[in-house]
């Protein structure tokens, strides 16, 4: 049951991640920062999407995904429509993932140590469920600041 929950937040968060991105009426907006703002909504975009592609992706989906985390805060200038593109491939990622997961595999330890000490998968999974709806909100609320 979990599995599904899981599964069903992240496509519905990435889904409204991609309606943040494709709502930003001037691409450029998407790249502002100010000296309030050191993260433009670009790069937290690249970085949930390096962040799930590193965690769910490499980890339990096993796609070989190789993260350049740096790159997630330095790479500027995406167009909007790659950003929209590389969001896609995620959810895709994502669903291929939960569905060779078993409710058995959340109780497991999660095969990185992410934050200084073991956890579960499922605990891991929340967390990351959560992470990416903070910066969700985060992006939310530049697009309607600048």
Known sequence: ??????KSLFNRDLN????EIESYQNESQIWEIDKNIS???GNLCLHLIGNI???IGAEIGKTGYVRDRPL????KDIPKSELIAKIEATIIVVNDAF???NENDLEDIYPQIV????????????HLAT???YHLGQINYHRRLV
Request: charged share 20%.
């Open 72 to 75: 997630e805060f330095s790479l």
């Open 53 to 55: 592609n590193t965690y």
């Open 1 to 6: 049951m979990l599995i599904e929950t899981l």
């Open 16 to 19: 409204k991640l991609k309606v």
């Open 39 to 41: 993260n433009s909504a």
């Open 99 to 101: 569905d060779i997961l």
């Open 131 to 133: 992470h990416l709806a």
């Open 115 to 126: 934050f200084e000490k073991e956890m579960t998968t499922g605990y891991f999974l929340v």
